[in-house]
């Protein structure tokens, strides 16, 4: 018994921030590093000067401070900073902003287990959606530069990604990684101002993962191939006012997707594939010198509408599915059909050659005022 008294003494006055939300920043090398814990931290990443950047934490939604170096919800101000920025968050429910810097270096951040939010640039709904819960926001976001890579790890978790008025010169990648996740590249707006424009130079690589997703994406210009990827979990994918000048891939999953891309503007190939499930495949207002659909396994519904481009190919796979096609304007159309009764509609719709084949099943071909040049079909009952 002599030795339990001690014990517990210890352990009762063990200092508090042993059990607190501690994060640990400090620059090797000329890089930033920023080291989270198991708890619920919030910090925020911007620079002061030339090389200068500061960290600065904020009260979770719990109420609980963030130690950064020792301090209560500190602003640790860091010389030195010549490279990149690296953040290993670890387990918690975190919220990251970095915004009003230039980095020289790779920008990787490391979310970790747990429901995380990361906010990149200019990102003022972030701020607006702490202030509706009552947090006190860390700060007004500005326009970031990443000179080299961009890497966001959602790892697991329910997590929360935004990416607004951002230049990034390297491969930008973004692995959402398991759990029911959110991202939005740039501004839901008809024209996005010159300070929030967001920009990609290199490939841009989004990794839906596990479980149900939901990727929107607004005005971005990307100056390279631009992937979405979701191999498992339903993808609900939104597209509007983005330019890119190479090409654009988007994968479904293996369950229902949506996908809806509207005003995209593809230098050269448009390629969705829709996988298993029950997808929707909507094009509207959008040009590529080649668009290729293949909806996959199950019964789905593929509406294009105003679009123009040379080669217009759409494998609508197994079930019953439904493709509508209407002021289109293209070189050549090919359709093809799978097993089970498909149906194919075209209207008002330009083109030298045509070719639809309905494959397996009582198939229907719909066309109503298209100018073809030649049109040959190849299984079609009904027409």
Known sequence: ????????????????????????????????????????????IFSTGPGQIRVVGASNSAGQPTIVNGQSNGSIALNGWSGGVYAYMYSGNDDVTIH?????????????????????????????????????????TGEAEMNSALRVLGIGGNDFVEINGVSVVGRTTVNLGSGIDSLTIGQESAEPTASSLTEFGAPLSIIAGADRDDVNIFGIDAYDNVNVDDGNGRLNLIMTDVWVNNSLSVN????????????????????????????????????????????????????????????????????????????????????????????????????????????????????????????????????
Do not use: C
Request: hydrophobic share 40%; glycine share 12%.
């Open 1 to 44: 018994m002599k030795w339990i008294i001690p014990i517990v003494f210890l352990f009762l006055n063990l200092p508090n921030t042993l059990f607190s939300n501690e994060v640990d920043a400090f620059i090797s090398g000329g890089h930033l590093y920023v080291y989270g814990d198991s708890n619920d931290n919030r910090v925020s």
């Open 100 to 140: 009003d810097v230039t980095v020289a270096g790779v920008a990787h951040f490391d979310l970790g287990n747990g429901n995380d939010g990361m906010h990149v640039g200019q990102t003022m709904s972030a701020m607006d959606s702490i202030l509706r819960s009552g947090l006190t926001p860390i700060s007004y």
């Open 252 to 383: 479904g999953s293996t369950v229902a997707d949506l996908v809806e891309l509207t005003g995209v503007f593809v230098r050269n190939e448009l390629d969705v594939d829709g996988f298993d499930g029950n997808d929707i495949i909507n094009v509207y207002s959008s040009q590529a010198t080649n668009l290729l659909i293949d909806a996959g396994v199950g019964s789905d519904r593929v509406t294009i509408d105003d679009f123009f481009g040379d080669l217009l190919r759409t494998d609508l796979g197994t079930g019953s599915d439904n493709l509508s096609v209407s002021a289109g304007d293209f070189l050549t159309i090919l359709g093809y059909g799978s097993t089970a009764n498909d149906r194919f509609s075209y209207d008002t719709t330009l083109a030298n050659e045509v070719f639809v084949s309905g494959g397996v099943g009582t198939d229907t071909l719909v066309q109503a005022g298209n100018s073809f040049g030649s049109l040959e079909t190849d299984s079609i009952e009904n027409d």
